[in-house]
């Protein structure tokens, strides 16, 4: 599979982006910035659309469906103007909101039939299309369920299913793994990396997980506080965001010096030492530093990034590395 | 625009549609139905058809006395007219029936907060209340009509000549315009007040305490102006209160057959035009606003 997303994603790198934001901006009741002077392509293919919570991305998704009007700036999604097209816009994107948003008292198939009527679907399409896209998400003699008796990892398949009804060229997914246990995660997270690998529909994928959506996504779009953090291909932006820590029960001090002679830059942290990854090649650069030291090894660990952690003000790596000026992970 | 050059498809289990889209008209005319079927309780359980049924029947119950009653007298003459059918016999059984079903068509939607799947769809804004008000007024005009026709087709196969028939379709057209002109106003301030609330219980309380208020206080305070002197004016205003009274006062100004459930306004009758067209804005246009409104978070 992993080839294979490559593979799409690099026939893609030269296609039109699927939505583009420029100068976008949302001001709440005149003070809160949600989105600042927002600018960004995101290209076609599986785009993950990373932040804190508070970052914007709901902003962003809902926005870019016309649910709720820009402050400024403009954006386009499959080409269309969002706001002066916002039909256009709908009729070809599928959104999965973050919330809860279904019936408890009808079926997964009278609900997801009567949306794809709402999607602009003749009867009988709507129908074929409910059926297949519930088949498609994994829901088969459940459908005929209230959804009331259905499982949290159940409403989340019913509720992609309701964005897939249309048959939409792009999905706009809004924190879709929320509330799911582990095994449901995964699950989610194999289904979307299907749809857009084998169904071919584009995606923007909102999380604050960036090490759950780093596993299925081309494309990343970061945000922070509103604004652009990085939009990059996953795999340049992940390299940015891996850190080593290292504990030793003593000579902190001396490995520290030693890991600078081999051209890391370790920075204190907590109760050890904090390296920027630079590659595979970091691991032997440690292990070999930690032995000609003889010193003994508490912990070693590789990091990667919950997005909080790595936005939030304290007790994040990056941060830490921000504030000594050793590095710039933007 | 990317719309040819992004669907690759890798997985014949996936079928694109290449099939023809509905434009926004019939995307709303679905919503319709789908509301108005609702507001009876088809495509739900049978718990759902319970309060619809018994309405229904005790609405038209009058109609079929009625008829059976002409059958039997021997002047065949009907004994209630058309145009107060509803304000003398069947208030009572409407108010119950906006209170049960009005939620259903917009307190539903609310409570389970799938109203941005609504507004992510090619649909305005506006198309939503717009719906739910086109299926509410025809669900109104089913429970306001019916009993009408059954009234008259129970009274006019027990007429011979064509005359009596005639005379007696003239004074039923009266009757059906202003069950319009009730199914108007009552389901735009019915969906109004149902959709102050996602819970279910609050909307229904909401639509009978209104209803019901608005009616006991018109009645009350026409009785009080009844008195011996200087009630007059009183009397003759206390019907704007209500729609129902209302509704009423503008059916003896435009000519009514019988005294009402107010005194005739006579010369005062204008107001109770200008109430009736404040009623109907007010039910129509708050519940646009409403939707407006209405959060998508």
């Given at each position: ?126 129908k074929e299309r409910a059926a297949d896209s519930l088949r498609h998400v994994g829901l088969y003699e459940e459908r005929y369920r209230q959804i009331g008796t259905y499982s949290t990892g159940m409403k989340q398949r019913v509720k992609l299913a ?169 | ?297």
């Amino acid at each position: 599979m992993t080839t294979h997303t490559v593979a799409q994603a690099a026939t893609q790198t030269a296609r039109q982006p699927v939505i583009t934001a420029s100068k976008l901006t949302k001001t709440y009741q005149g003070s809160v910035r949600a989105l600042d002077e927002l600018t960004v392509a995101v290209p076609a293919g599986v785009t993950a659309l990373v932040g804190a919570n508070g970052a914007g991305k709901s902003t962003l998704i809902k926005i870019l469906l016309g649910l709720l009007p820009a402050t400024s700036g403009a954006a386009t999604v499959l080409g269309f103007a969002c706001g002066s097209q916002g039909s256009s816009i709908r009729t070809h994107t599928g959104y999965m909101p973050e919330h809860d948003c279904l019936p408890p008292d009808v079926t997964a198939t009278e609900f997801v039939t009567h949306l794809g009527r709402m999607s602009g679907l003749p009867a009988t399409a709507a129908k074929e299309r409910a059926a297949d896209s519930l088949r498609h998400v994994g829901l088969y003699e459940e459908r005929y369920r209230q959804i009331g008796t259905y499982s949290t990892g159940m409403k989340q398949r019913v509720k992609l299913a309701q964005a897939l009804v249309g048959d939409p060229q792009l999905l706009l997914l809004d924190e879709p793994t929320n509330g799911l246990d582990p095994a449901g995660r995964s699950a989610m997270l194999d289904l979307i990396a299907r749809i857009g690998t084998e169904f071919g529909i584009s995606m923007l994928v909102a999380s604050h997980l960036l090490g759950e959506v780093e596993q299925i996504c081309d494309h990343l779009v970061a945000l922070d506080g509103g604004r652009l953090l990085r939009a990059d291909t996953i795999s340049s932006f992940t390299r940015a965001s891996e850190f080593l820590l290292i504990e030793v029960d003593e000579g902190s001090d001396l490995l520290a010096a030693e890991l600078t002679n081999r051209g890391l830059r370790p920075v204190d942290y907590q109760r050890g030492l904090l390296v920027q990854m630079d590659g595979e090649s970091s691991f032997d650069v440690v292990r070999d530093a930690l032995a000609d030291l003889g010193l003994p090894l508490n912990r070693l660990e590789h990091r990667r990034h919950r997005l909080e952690e790595l936005f939030s003000d304290s007790g994040s790596e990056a941060v830490a590395y921000e504030a000594k000026g050793v590095a710039d992970v933007r | 625009m990317s719309a040819d050059n992004v669907g690759v498809i890798h997985n014949i289990g996936y079928r694109s549609y290449e099939g023809a889209r509905l434009g926004r008209a019939q995307i709303v005319r679905a919503l319709t139905s789908h509301s108005l079927r609702s507001a009876f309780g088809f495509g739900r359980g049978a718990k759902a058809k319970i309060v619809p049924v018994l309405t229904f029947v005790a609405i038209c119950l009058p109609a079929i006395v009625s008829a059976v009653a002409v059958a039997l007298n021997s002047g065949h003459t009907r004994p209630i007219s058309y145009d107060v059918y509803l304000p003398q016999l069947r208030i009572f059984v409407l108010i119950v029936f906006m209170a049960a079903q009005a939620p259903d068509l917009v307190s539903r939607d609310l409570r389970s907060h799938c109203l941005p799947l609504y507004f992510a769809r090619p649909i305005e804004r506006i198309d939503y209340p717009l719906a739910k008000l086109i299926a509410f007024f025809a669900a109104m005009l089913v429970m306001i009509e019916v009993p009408l026709l059954l009234l008259y087709v129970g009274t006019a196969t027990q007429l011979h000549t064509g005359s009596q028939i005639w005379h007696e379709t003239k004074a039923l057209i009266p009757g059906l315009l202003l069950g319009v002109a009730w199914a108007a106003v009552l389901c735009g301030l019915g969906l109004l007040f149902a959709s102050f609330s996602g819970r279910r219980a609050y909307a229904t309380g909401a639509v009978a305490i209104f209803f019901f208020l608005t009616l006991t206080l018109a009645t009350l305070l026409t009785n009080i102006g009844d008195g011996p002197k200087g009630g007059q004016v009183l009397s003759k205003l206390a019907g704007l209160i209500s729609p129902f009274t209302v509704l009423d006062g503008v059916r003896q100004w435009l000519g009514g057959t019988t005294q009402g459930m107010v005194p005739n306004p006579g010369g005062d009758g204008v107001l109770y035009g200008l109430m009736f067209v404040v009623f109907l804005v007010v039910g129509v246009g708050g519940l646009i606003l409403r939707y407006r409104k209405v959060g998508v978070a």
